[in-house]
């Protein structure tokens, strides 16, 4: 394909992904209302793992289709960084100041880190225990992810400790529940169509530029399958529920990590992911979640000016995949 005919892919599948993300906002707002959910466990849970579809989507198609884990990686890994930087530095701009309470900086975000080191120290088991013993590549199989999916598994208990005391609001609104689950059943299906446009843009780039489709799932399908997210956590913060925006972008990530790269594992058995290069992405997902956490920390809020401390640190980064791309800079093995 031409580079004309990615870009076009890549916009239109995008395009895709954003009605199927409005549709899955107000299905999940509905659902979450007709169950009565605390708003953190509504952004943290049901919005997040609605949103997290996409992400989830990419790791099957990608597996299943196309014979590739690495781009399933790329795409989780960059995602996780988009959402870190870019969403809430959205979202406190769409609402200054973003503000956020105690659970969702003490329960969220660090349970959000512990998935981190969770899902390293299993790629780091991986090359340990790989057959043929190299230290540059990380072998994965299906008892190494039920790991991070066990992690997952003390989260949602975690959570329903949450619900068990919880007395829901009256709701008033008439909401039909077979309706809601029909519409969030329709965007899903509009996301996958889109997410597989995107994994055959990735991967026509990738052919095209000749360099590892790992870099180009970290940029390209992470941000298009960041649009759910985005859209929900924005429209969140519009409500002035910076709780549940933020805890969406949290508690998506956390699915992300611990479900749908397993997920993958899962399906095909055993995976092969280079450890060199998923490390240091690793590593600045762990600085940008530091970044956030200490923005969020301060005084309980995100202020206008640290939003634009977010995105222009995302801008750094997509900076140093670009000039790693056409060969300026050799900070990452295999680029």
Same mark, same amino acid.
């Given at each position: 394909?031409?580079?004309?005919?990615?870009?076009?892919?890549?916009?239109?599948?995008?395009?895709?992904?954003?009605?199927?993300?409005?549709?899955?906002?107000?299905?999940?707002?509905?659902?979450?209302?007709?169950?009565?959910?605390?708003?953190?466990?509504?952004?943290?849970?049901?919005?997040?793992?609605?949103?997290?579809?996409?992400? *989830?989507?990419?790791? +099957?198609? $990608? /597996?299943?289709?196309?014979?590739?884990?690495? !781009? =399933?990686? &790329?795409?989780?890994?960059? @995602?996780?960084?988009?959402?870190?930087?870019?969403?809430?530095?959205?979202?406190?701009?769409?609402?200054?100041?973003?503000?956020?309470?105690?659970?969702?900086?003490?329960?969220?975000?660090?349970?959000?880190?512990?998935?981190?080191?969770?899902?390293?120290?299993?790629?780091?088991?991986?090359?340990?225990?790989?057959?043929?013993?190299?230290?540059?590549?990380?072998?994965?199989?299906?008892?190494?992810?039920?790991?991070?999916?066990?992690?997952?598994?003390?989260?949602?208990?975690?959570?329903?400790?949450?619900?068990?005391?919880?007395?829901?609001?009256?709701?008033?609104?008439?909401?039909?529940?077979?309706?809601?689950?029909?519409?969030?059943?329709?965007? *899903?299906?509009?996301? +996958?169509? $889109? /997410?597989?446009?995107?994994?055959?843009?990735? !991967? =026509?780039? &990738?052919?095209?530029?000749? @360099?590892?489709?790992?870099?180009?799932?970290?940029?390209?399908?992470?941000?298009?399958?960041?649009?759910?997210?985005?859209?929900?956590?924005?429209?969140?913060?519009?409500?002035?529920?910076?709780?549940?925006?933020?805890?969406?972008?949290?508690?998506?990530?956390?699915?992300?990590?611990?479900?749908?790269?397993?997920?993958?594992?899962?399906?095909?058995?055993?995976?092969?992911?280079?450890?060199?290069?998923?490390?240091?992405?690793?590593?600045?997902?762990?600085?940008?979640?530091?970044?956030?956490?200490?923005?969020?920390?301060?005084?309980?809020?995100?202020?206008?000016?640290?939003?634009?401390?977010?995105?222009?640190?995302?801008?750094?980064?997509?900076?140093?995949?670009?000039?790693?791309?056409?060969?300026?800079?050799?900070?990452?093995?295999?680029?």
């Amino acid at each position: 394909m031409s580079i004309l005919a990615l870009i076009v892919l890549t916009v239109v599948s995008t395009a895709i992904v954003w009605a199927g993300s409005r549709l899955l906002d107000t299905a999940s707002q509905r659902l979450a209302l007709y169950y009565g959910l605390p708003a953190v466990v509504q952004g943290a849970v049901i919005v997040a793992i609605g949103s997290s579809f996409p992400e *989830l989507a990419s790791v +099957v198609l $990608a /597996v299943l289709i196309h014979g590739t884990f690495d !781009l =399933g990686v &790329g795409t989780i890994v960059g @995602s996780a960084i988009f959402n870190i930087l870019v969403i809430p530095a959205v979202a406190a701009l769409t609402r200054s100041p973003l503000r956020v309470n105690r659970a969702v900086v003490y329960k969220e975000a660090q349970f959000y880190m512990l998935s981190i080191a969770v899902l390293l120290l299993t790629f780091s088991f991986g090359v340990i225990y790989n057959t043929n013993g190299s230290t540059s590549v990380s072998e994965i199989g299906r008892p190494l992810a039920l790991i991070p999916l066990a992690v997952y598994g003390l989260y949602l208990f975690i959570q329903y400790q949450d619900i068990v005391d919880y007395e829901p609001p009256i709701n008033t609104e008439t909401i039909v529940i077979s309706r809601e689950w029909l519409r969030l059943a329709v965007a *899903l299906v509009l996301i +996958v169509i $889109a /997410v597989e446009g995107l994994i055959r843009a990735a !991967l =026509g780039f &990738g052919e095209l530029f000749d @360099s590892p489709e790992f870099i180009w799932g970290l940029v390209i399908v992470a941000a298009g399958t960041s649009l759910p997210d985005a859209i929900m956590s924005v429209r969140a913060a519009a409500r002035d529920e910076g709780d549940v925006s933020l805890a969406n972008v949290l508690g998506s990530n956390t699915f992300d990590l611990l479900v749908a790269l397993p997920v993958g594992v899962m399906l095909v058995g055993t995976v092969t992911v280079d450890y060199a290069l998923a490390v240091p992405m690793m590593g600045v997902l762990t600085l940008a979640t530091i970044i956030l956490f200490t923005l969020m920390r301060t005084d309980l809020a995100i202020t206008r000016r640290e939003a634009w401390v977010l995105a222009g640190s995302y801008g750094l980064f997509v900076v140093w995949i670009a000039i790693e791309t056409v060969g300026l800079v050799d900070t990452l093995p295999g680029v």
